[in-house]
Nanobody, 114 residues
Framework: QVHLVESGGGLVQPGGSLRLSCAAS????????VAWYRQAPGKQREWVAT???????NYPDSVKGRFTISRDNAKNTVYLQMNSLKPEDTAVYYC????????WGQGTQVTVSS
């Protein structure tokens, strides 16, 4: 059974940084594309970043240049480094493997506020 566990969320001031982690068990993460999504209260889930099997990365314009997705295959973990955080980045962040019908973690709350 596949389990994805996110961690690293918290409260940070605008302009600050956080690094989220997504640790996987039950699967070798390195053979999969992995994505981060986020969902703010009252809003639809939003795609944040993707890292492909070969390490290629993609981001929406809303986070490009501020967020970086990476992976450590030895640790079976994917990371999301978030810099220059803004209040509009406040959301629950989820990692995902396999698209909407794939595997999801439980999420980690990120709050950007002064």
């Amino acid at each position: 059974q596949v389990h994805l566990v996110e961690s690293g969320g918290g409260l940070v001031q605008p302009g600050g940084s956080l690094r989220l982690s997504c640790a996987a068990s039950g699967i070798i993460f390195g053979v999969s594309a992995v994505a981060w999504y986020r969902q703010a209260p009252g809003k639809q889930r939003e795609w944040v970043a993707t890292i492909g099997r070969g390490g290629s990365t993609n981001y929406p314009d809303s986070v490009k240049g501020r967020f970086t997705i990476s992976r450590d295959n030895a640790k079976n973990t994917v990371y999301l480094q978030m810099n220059s955080l803004k209040p509009e980045d406040t959301a629950v962040y989820y990692c995902n493997r396999g698209g909407s019908n794939g595997d999801w973690g439980q999420g980690t709350q990120v709050t950007v506020s002064s």
